[in-house]
T-cell receptor, first 113, second 113 residues
Framework: KQEVTQIPAALSVPEGENLVLNCSFT??????LQWFRQDPGKGLTSLLL?????REQTSGRLNASLDKSSGRSTLYIAASQPGDSATYLC????????????FGKGTLLTVNP | EAQVTQNPRYLITVTGKKLTVTCSQN?????MSWYRQDPGLGLRQIYY???????DKGDVPEGYKVSRKEKRNFPLILESPSPNQTSLYFC????????????FGPGTRLTVL
């Protein structure tokens, strides 16, 4: 059974700092990994999708890496801003006929002005 | 605009009163799915549909029903809601094929008294 763990559960940083969020998964037989952002009480916004054959993806100040063999992914946020404050979720897609995403419990990020 | 919509966004009801949460997507996606999100448990899949008239159970299907009569719509039905179904519900859709990302609706916050 696939399990996804995100560390830390919460993180508070001053504005402008570069930071890394971690995601690990137990079964390396994944097709892809997706990072989401969730604002309080709101829906999930897709940030980055990394295919299993890829090592990293970049979008603006965000960079996600994937090391499938070790079961790890990181989300790097450069020059953090208060508007980055949210919960960040990673999710992995395994094989099979159901495109079910297995989610971690998220990292709550607070960026202080 | 490409999107997944859900209605209602907020609902307070009483035990045993049947309700339906609607989900619609305008991206011509074959695959649709329902998740619930609970504190400490993360997101868990309730039901999914690979295409019209094709549905199957996810991890936590008890107490729920779904139907997929049209490609764009995937309603979630609670025939006899109970307090343990109080949760934040998300509908999601995607194209089939493992390289595609999953899109989520804005969520429906359900309270069953």
């Amino acid at each position: 059974k696939q399990e996804v763990t995100q560390i830390p559960a919460a993180l508070s940083v001053p504005e402008g700092e570069n930071l890394v969020l971690n995601c690990s998964f137990t079964d390396s037989a994944i097709y892809n990994l997706q990072w989401f952002r969730q604002d309080p009480g709101k829906g999930l916004t897709s940030l980055l999708l990394i295919q299993s054959s890829q090592r990293e993806q970049t979008s603006g100040r965000l960079n996600a890496s994937l090391d499938k063999s070790s079961g790890r992914s990181t989300l790097y946020i450069a020059a953090s801003q208060p508007g980055d404050s949210a919960t960040y979720l990673c999710a992995v897609l395994r094989g099979g006929s159901n495109y079910k995403l297995t989610f971690g419990k998220g990292t709550l990020l607070t960026v202080n002005p | 605009e490409a999107q997944v919509t859900q209605n209602p966004r907020y609902l307070i009801t009483v035990t045993g009163k049947k309700l339906t949460v609607t989900c619609s997507q305008n991206m011509n996606h074959e695959y649709m799915s329902w998740y619930r999100q609970d504190p400490g448990l993360g997101l868990r899949q309730i039901y999914y549909s690979m295409n019209v008239e094709v549905t199957d159970k996810g991890d936590v299907p008890e107490g729920y029903k779904v139907s997929r009569k049209e490609k764009r719509n995937f309603p979630l039905i609670l025939e006899s809601p109970s307090p343990n179904q109080t949760s934040l519900y998300f509908c999601a859709s995607r194209m089939t094929g493992v390289i595609n990302e999953q899109f989520f609706g804005p969520g429906t916050r359900l309270t069953v008294l």
